[in-house]
Each structure stands twice: as C-alpha cells, then as structure tokens.
C-alpha cells in the first residue's frame, strides 16, 4: 500500500466541549520511555498520581484511581461495581449525560426513577428531596455537577445531606467540574465520582480518574453477584491500584497516559487549586461580557465557567461560523447537542485554553464570523 504522510496535525485552539489544548509539557511526559506496568518506578509514578488525584478531588478516599478508558468508562465503573439487576436508583437527567448515566444504569438490570428538568434547568434541593422520599428503596441517586451538554451548573453542597438521610449514595459526574470548578468530595460527602483528563486538566482524553468513599467501597464489597464487566470490576481493580494488597496483574495499565496525567496534575497543583477555580471564573466572566455585548444569549440560568452554551442568533449557519472559526483561525468550538442540537454554541474554558489571549482572539474571530 502506499503509506500515508507523517502525522502533522494543526496547533489548534480548543475551545469546545473537549478534548482541551494540552500544554507541551504533557505532550512530552507522554513521550517519555515505556516501563513495566509492574516495573517499581513505574509504580511510584502511579502511586504519585493517585495521591495528587486525591489532592485534586479534595479527598482523602483511598480507592481514589485512573481507570483505563475516557469519562464514559469511569461512568460505566461506577455503574456497574455499585449496581446489581433488581437494584433502584434515581437518575437525575437534565441533558445528554444524565440520559447516558440512565441507559448505563438499566442496562445493570436495574430499575431506575427519573426525576427530570429540561434541558439546560438544574434540580432544586426540594426535588432532590421529594424524589428521594417517592423512591425509599433507592440504592444511589446520580446526578451530573456539570452538565457539558447544556453548559448548566448544578449545586451539589445541599444535597448529600438529604441523600445520605435515606440511606443511599450519591454518585456524581464531574467530567467538566475537575480542576475547573469547585468540587470537595469529602466535604460534600460525594459517594462515587468519575472524571475525564481532556477537559479541565488539559491532558489527552484516555482515562477517567474515580474516587470511592468508604460507604461506596463497603456497598461493593457486599454484592451478591460479580460486576458484569470484567475489565472494570472494582474489586480487582483495587489490588492493582492500591497499595499493600500484592499490585495483581489485571490489565496492563496504559503507563505512558499514567505518565501524562501525573504531569497535568503537577501543573494544576503548581497553579494552585483554588487559584485554578479562580482563574476559570474569570475567563468565563470575560467571555461572557464579551459575548453578551455582541448580543448572544446564555442558555442556562446557572451556567458552568468551563462550559459556555449560548443560542446561535436567528439567521446564522451555526455550522458555517464553526468551520470558519477552525480554518480561519484554528480554533474549535462545540455544535449544540440534542436538545439543542442547531441552536446553539458550546465554548468549552477548559484548564490551559482558559486565557485571555485565547478569549479575546475567539471574540474578535466570531464578531469578523458574525458581520
Ligand atoms: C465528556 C463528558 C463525559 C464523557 O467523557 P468521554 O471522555 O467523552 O468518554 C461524561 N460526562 C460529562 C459531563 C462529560 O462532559
């Protein structure tokens, strides 16, 4: 066959709803030399990780770890190490990942209740309340902090309490929240919670760092039946990832992306966590003047600082402006999805692209789209 050119691709600028621009330093951790998974430096390293995850959560949860795989599979591990067939969980949906969470949960035969707002709403604690006492048998209640398909910003501080009372677990999807939002497991006493490196840590997409509270660990450790999935079955995970229990062999960890999230996680510890948080508020709120005074709306009510989801205004090729945005100028923004699917723009702030260099340029490009 006739080989292909050399891999050349664009320097972009991305600022949609992930993958986010990865700083060289991470692209070169990446590139350093391949150990054993079981070589002892190289379980140092991940050791290293899982502690500055801890760090990053704001937890001190020790099975706390990457799981190989993007957020989806985080999602599915969750699901499927805390869920048995003829379990009941309430699934809060207000977007495209609450809907994901609910197939998942399903297809662990278990039977869900959906409490729903529309697309781009978030849930009061009052129904969080009401759902909680309609559903007493319940086992979890998933809910997502950011939901990146509609750019809405959900309050998790009130809620655990009223879980919790109940007697059931709260698991949470903060793909879009880690290292960009604040987010304290152990304060918010979140149960489970799943993550991805694309977003805000500005790593490449490849694994999904998870965080069991010790209720989560003892509601697996009394299942009836094994966890369907091999791949991600917790309880060997565990011997793994954590330490003083032999480091089994289950699968080959994907080391070189060990390596690169080790690195973005250095880079968001050196920014300083709350200093991070900051610095994602401010670049949402100079995005938002910006492009509140060319005239384009927010979607949500309570939107998030790493997503910004506004309407495309009547009239324009939400998909014309895109693809001049990224030929043009090589900047990527995100399409509306689902719901909002041709209505609107999602411009992801994420971990390294969130900087006033890149906001101003996106804002001076789309105003040049626009007239
Ligand atoms: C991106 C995202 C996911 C899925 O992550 P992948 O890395 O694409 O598998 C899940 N939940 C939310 C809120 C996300 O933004």
């Not at 879980?163 to 497991?185: C, F, I, Y």
């Not at 032999?246 to 994907?254: K, S, V």
């Not at 966590?273 to 949500?300: F, V």
Request: some cysteine.
């Amino acid at each position: 066959m006739l080989i292909p050119a050399q891999l050349t691709p664009s320097e972009r600028i991305l600022m949609g709803p992930g993958p986010s621009t990865v700083p060289s330093r991470i692209l070169r951790a990446l590139g350093a030399p391949t150990l054993g998974h079981l070589d002892p430096q190289y379980l140092g390293y991940m050791d290293e990780t899982c502690a500055m995850l801890r760090e990053v959560f704001q937890t001190r949860n020790p099975l706390t770890f990457p799981v190989s795989g993007t957020g989806m599979a985080g999602m599915e591990t969750l699901a499927t190490n805390l869920l048995e067939a003829g379990d009941e969980a309430i699934i809060c949906i207000n977007g495209a990942f609450g809907l994901r969470m609910r197939d998942i949960v399903q297809r662990c035969g278990a039977t869900v209740h959906a409490l729903e707002v529309p697309w781009g709403e978030i849930f009061s604690t009052d129904m969080i309340a009401r759902a909680v006492a309609d559903h007493p048998r319940a086992k979890l209640l998933t809910i997502v902090h950011a939901e990146t398909s509609t750019g809405a910003h959900q309050p998790l501080e009130t809620i655990s309490e009223i879980v919790h009372a109940a007697g059931m677990l709260l698991v949470v999807d903060a793909v879009t929240s880690l290292g960009g939002h604040e987010l304290k497991v152990d304060e918010w006493q979140i149960d489970a919670i799943f993550s991805g490196t694309q977003k805000c840590l500005s790593c490449p997409p490849g694994l999904s760092p998870v965080s069991f509270s010790p209720r989560a660990v003892q509601v697996m450790e009394s299942r009836k039946t094994k966890v369907q999935s091999w791949y991600l079955d917790v309880s060997m995970l565990r011997a793994y990832y954590t330490t003083g229990t032999g480091r089994a062999y289950h699968h080959t960890a994907p080391i070189n992306m060990v390596y690169a999230l080790r690195e973005a996680l250095r880079i968001v510890l050196e920014e300083g966590l709350d200093a991070r948080i900051e610095r994602h508020r401010l670049m949402h709120l100079r995005l938002r003047a910006g492009l509140e005074a060319m005239g384009l709306a927010y979607i949500p009510t309570h939107s998030l600082h790493t997503l910004n989801c506004v309407r495309v205004p009547a009239g324009i090729d939400e998909a014309a402006v895109r693809r001049r945005l990224l030929q043009e100028y090589s900047i990527e923004i995100g399409a509306g999805l689902g719901v909002f699917a041709g209505q609107a723009w999602r411009i992801g702030l994420m971990g390294h692209a969130a900087t006033p260099r890149n906001i101003d340029l996106l804002l001076a490009a789309l105003r040049h789209c626009l007239t």
